[in-house]
T-cell receptor, first 117, second 112 residues
Framework: KAGVTQTPRYLIKTRGQQVTLSCSPI?????VSWYQQTPGQGLQFLFE???????NKGNFPGRFSGRQFSNSRSEMNVSTLELGDSALYLC????????????????FGEGSRLTVL | DAKTTQPTSMDCAEGRAANLPCNHS???????VYWYRQIHSQGPQYIIH???NNETNEMASLIITEDRKSSTLILPHATLRDTAVYYC?????????????FGAGTILRVKS
């Protein structure tokens, strides 16, 4: 079956702009998580969604937001872009266990590489 | 903050077993240990996870010490395609659900 699909794969923005990234999870997966990966900070948890609700959020400013649709597809948005937002943004989907918690077995997409100039 | 510590890098000869250690001395009784790997320019890939018993699947084996303060991932016959960054992760419980907190990982280089 198809894996996690992220679009766009690459994009370049300038400071102050905003960006929206999209993620289509594996069919049947209702939990979607987002991670930011940079050379300096590594992989950092952004947020997790289940059933159109944000379940958990990492330590990122309010400029980072997301949402999940009824078909489990998810988007994340970064407003007022800063140079430090340049990163690989990874989406991961998972089957949801009891209570909607992700099972820990995450399936990652190949990411959206954002460059902020 | 990551609850695990791993060596920065390791080398392994092709065809030999690769043993990747991980320390997680502050792990709580109900927290699982997960291993992922990330091959260059790809998203992380799930390998295996465990709570307190040793686990084995088609990719690897996971050995967890009795006190659960450390574990070892074993790739029984490493190939060049196993060259990657390997992450040992403790799944952390949050108010609603849980999250995986990635550390810096171990760069495994498999050499012919």
């Amino acid at each position: 079956k198809a894996g996690v699909t992220q679009t766009p794969r690459y994009l370049i923005k300038t400071r102050g702009q905003q960006v929206t990234l999209s993620c289509s999870p594996i069919s049947g997966h209702r939990s979607v998580s987002w991670y930011q990966q940079t050379p300096g900070q590594g992989l950092q948890f952004l947020f997790e969604y289940f059933s159109e609700t944000q379940r958990n959020k990492g330590n990122f400013p309010g400029r980072f937001s997301g949402r999940q649709f009824s078909n489990s597809r998810s988007e994340m948005n970064v407003s007022t872009l800063e140079l430090g937002d340049s990163a690989l943004y990874l989406c991961a989907s998972s089957l949801a266990g009891q209570g909607g918690w992700n099972t820990g077995e995450l399936f990652f997409g190949e990411g959206s590489r954002l460059t902020v100039l | 903050d990551a609850k695990t510590t791993q060596p920065t890098s390791m080398d392994c000869a092709e065809g030999r077993a690769a043993n990747l250690p991980c320390n997680h001395s502050t792990i709580s009784g109900n927290e699982y240990v997960y291993w992922y790997r990330q091959i260059h320019s790809q998203g992380p890939q799930y390998i295996i996870h465990g709570l307190k018993n040793n686990e084995t699947n088609e990719m690897a084996s996971l050995i967890i010490t009795e006190d659960r303060k450390s574990s070892t991932l074993i790739l029984p016959h490493a190939t060049l395609r196993d060259t990657a960054v390997y992450y040992c992760i403790v799944r952390v419980h949050m108010e609603y659900g849980n999250k995986l907190v990635f550390g810096a990982g171990t760069i495994l280089r498999v050499k012919s």
